[in-house]
T-cell receptor, first 114, second 115 residues
Framework: DTGVSQNPRHKITKRGQNVTFRCDPI?????LYWYRQTLGQGPEFLTY????????KSRLLSDRFSAERPKGSFSTLEIQRTEQGDSAMYLC????????????FGQGTRLTVV | KNQVEQSPQSLIILEGKNCTLQ??????????LRWYKQDTGRGPVSLTIMTFSENTKSNGRYTATLDADTKQSSLHITASQLSDSASYIC??????????????FGQGTILTVHP
């Protein structure tokens, strides 16, 4: 499978616990995006990377959220001290520049905080 | 604030009928506009991508139009099929500055096709 891969697909965690999600983009795609989507809404931008550089972070990304892309390949999104409001689908996408190139999305990680 | 607004919020049509979805945006500077289809519980899948110089682009039964002057786009679906039932999301990409390459999503139009 050469598409964008996200793991895990589903995660249920207790409030206050830390969680980490992984995204493996399409090989050689230099751009990687994280989005959050709640039920009935379109995805909201969280952050994006060009290679290993994190170019922009949304104000939605509080200090409990951190994202990394250490070698410019896979990326991780960590949420510390989870809250019930963090329950959402977390989507990862990747693209190969230039700016108008198609962004391919993974299947997402569904987080439920209980 | 860069925004993308879509209408209607939801739409129900009979199989075989045509429909048109609308998108207005305020993203600036503008780079390109995309329409995505998202099935329930899945990631979005790209249908079309248009830059400011393109007025229309087709992908099978899907035809997107773009008016960069009025900052409006539409997605027309012809001869709808049951498999067209999904959320259709308008996405605008910004150009330049700190928002370079960032995708701003609309809230989506939920289309339901009935037999």
């Amino acid at each position: 499978d050469t598409g964008v891969s996200q793991n895990p697909r589903h995660k249920i965690t207790k409030r206050g616990q830390n969680v980490t999600f992984r995204c493996d983009p399409i090989s050689e795609h230099n751009r990687l995006y994280w989005y959050r989507q709640t039920l009935g809404q379109g995805p909201e931008f969280l952050t994006y990377f060009q290679n290993e550089a994190q170019l922009e972070k949304s104000r939605l990304l509080s200090d409990r959220f951190s994202a990394e892309r250490p070698k410019g390949s896979f990326s991780t999104l960590e949420i510390q001290r989870t809250e019930q409001g963090d329950s959402a689908m977390y989507l990862c996408a990747s693209s190969l520049g230039p700016d108008w190139s198609e962004a391919f999305f993974g299947q997402g990680t569904r987080l439920t905080v209980v | 604030k860069n925004q993308v607004e879509q209408s209607p919020q939801s739409l129900i049509i009979l199989e075989g009928k045509n429909c048109t979805l609308q998108c207005n945006y305020t993203v600036s500077p503008f780079s390109n506009l995309r329409w995505y289809k998202q099935d329930t519980g899945r990631g979005p899948v790209s249908l079309t991508i248009m830059t400011f110089s393109e007025n229309t682009k087709s992908n099978g039964r899907y035809t997107a139009t773009l008016d960069a002057d009025t900052k409006q786009s539409s997605l027309h679906i012809t001869a709808s099929q049951l498999s067209d039932s999904a959320s259709y999301i308008c996405v605008v990409s910004a150009a330049g500055g700190t928002s370079y390459g960032k995708l701003t999503f609309g809230q989506g139009t939920i289309l339901t096709v009935h037999p």
